[in-house]
């Protein structure tokens, strides 16, 4: 199985202007590789592959032996592959009849990929961790975790976002037990909503934090104040330097808010049940693309699934259809159905209930008969598992855990103080009968 850690970078004085010049090296390639593709189609309809650059390759380091020949051979490989990937997709989509974007001229390129590194995390003799990267040496790096047991290290990327280094490592780790064949133990529907970012089938709410409406607000203040400048002007950049940042931040905090969350349910649950909400057509349609992008379900779907598969539990998606308007204990569909704005669900059949409760109640379902049917297929017996509370409400783990030494600079805490309630704490949405 594949996973990517991601590590802050701290380059030292005299390594920052090396990972600048590869910044504009790299797009110095890109741009002649792609110069190249485009004259010889223009001039005699010929096409140019990423083998023929490659050879290509060792004449252009050599003639720029200051520029180009400075850096490692493998990086500007894959820049050249790269530069295939654009191209390759620019022409299926000029197949499939769509009208796909010419790939670009760049001035800068953002990161820049080692294919092959062999151990590329060591200690260095202070004792201190670093990155060891060829033609750059040791970049001191905050190993926040370590590496995870038997992992080998596939590829290394070093990115450039917001003035700040980091590193993408993608390692190859040992796959994990496959989930079992009986019926999920704990399992959990999750309702993706607005209001509440999701409400969970065992009654829980868990709501979008406060951090995240202050981040966007910060963010929205920033983009008004780049729009003041002089385009093109020194505060002019200053102030993309400083909104570039401010995204980073959110972007940050949102996957961080992600990363809790789905941690949260892969521990707790063996089968989490999500709607298969198509997110980017939803977007499209609807106004409320704002805050749809906001609520950041697709992140949480995506993050849970490879927890559960990593702790060999369950993650799947059930249609969406209509698992609000159905009622979660008879079945019958509301009958007239029930509008936007109305929060409690009641049926003749005398169930009354939350409405996100309810339908997170349905997905539920959705997800066990979507399991018994797979189980079914399997010939493996399948008992129904009763829907409800699984462990006491709020999961005191989640509080106590401790923040790791690193936040202290940033935030000031101390080491090992407790975890402090965060305020996304979880809360009844009804009464559990
Ligand atoms: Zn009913």
């Not at 060792?58 to 520029?67: E, I, K, M, N, P």
């Not at 050249?80 to 670009?104: H, N, T």
Request: proline share 6%; charged share 30%; aromatic share 8%.
């Amino acid at each position: 199985m594949r996973l990517s850690f991601q590590y802050r970078l701290y380059p030292l004085a005299d390594q920052l202007p090396i990972l600048q010049a590869h910044r504009a090296e790299l797009a110095y390639l890109w741009n002649h590789a792609r110069a190249q593709r485009r004259d010889a189609w223009a001039r005699d309809r010929r096409s140019i592959h990423y083998l023929d650059q490659q050879r290509e390759l060792t004449r252009w380091r050599a003639y720029d032996s200051q520029g180009l020949g400075r850096l490692s051979v493998r990086v500007a490989q894959d820049c050249l592959q790269r530069l295939d990937l654009a191209f390759c997709a620019f022409f299926r989509g000029v197949q499939g009849g769509e009208r796909p974007g010419y790939p670009r001229i760049k001035r800068e390129v953002n990161s820049f990929t080692f294919p092959t590194l062999r151990d590329p995390i060591v200690m260095s003799r202070n004792g201190t961790w670093r990155l060891k990267v060829p033609k750059l040496g040791e970049i001191p790096l905050r190993l926040h975790r370590p590496l995870p047991q038997g992992a080998e290290v596939r590829t290394v990327t070093v990115r450039h976002v917001a003035s700040a280094w980091y590193t993408d490592l993608s390692l190859e780790i040992p796959d994990p037990a496959p989930p079992p064949r009986e019926s999920p133990q704990t399992p959990v529907g999750v309702d993706l909503g607005l209001t509440h970012l999701a409400t969970l089938s065992t009654g829980e709410v868990i709501e979008r934090p406060g951090f995240l409406r202050k981040g966007e607000w910060r963010l929205r203040k920033e983009q008004r104040r780049l729009s003041r400048k002089r385009r093109g002007s020194h505060r002019y950049h200053r102030q993309r330097v400083r909104v570039e940042r401010a995204h980073e931040r959110v972007r940050r905090q949102r996957r961080w808010f992600a990363h809790r969350i789905s941690h949260d349910l892969a521990e707790r649950f063996d089968m989490v049940a999500f709607e298969d909400i198509n997110i980017a057509g939803l977007m499209e349609r609807t106004r409320h693309a704002k805050s749809l992008s906001d609520a950041g379900w697709g992140i949480l779907r995506e993050l849970t699934e490879y927890k559960e598969t990593l702790r060999s539990g369950r993650c799947l998606r059930v249609p969406a259809r209509g698992t609000t308007q159905g009622c979660s204990k008879c079945g019958r569909r509301a009958d007239p159905p029930l509008e936007l704005h109305t929060r409690t669900y009641r049926c003749p059949c005398g169930y009354e209930g939350d409405r996100d409760f309810n339908s997170a109640r349905n997905v539920l379902a959705r997800g066990i008969h979507l399991l018994s049917e797979e189980l079914r297929r399997s010939s493996a017996e399948v008992k129904c598992v009763e829907s409800g509370p699984t462990r006491a409400l709020g999961g005191r783990r989640v509080y106590q855990r401790r923040r790791a030494c690193f936040k202290k600079r940033e935030y000031g805490i101390e080491v090992g103080a407790p975890f402090e309630r965060p305020t996304w704490a979880v809360r009844l949405a009804v009464p559990i009968p």
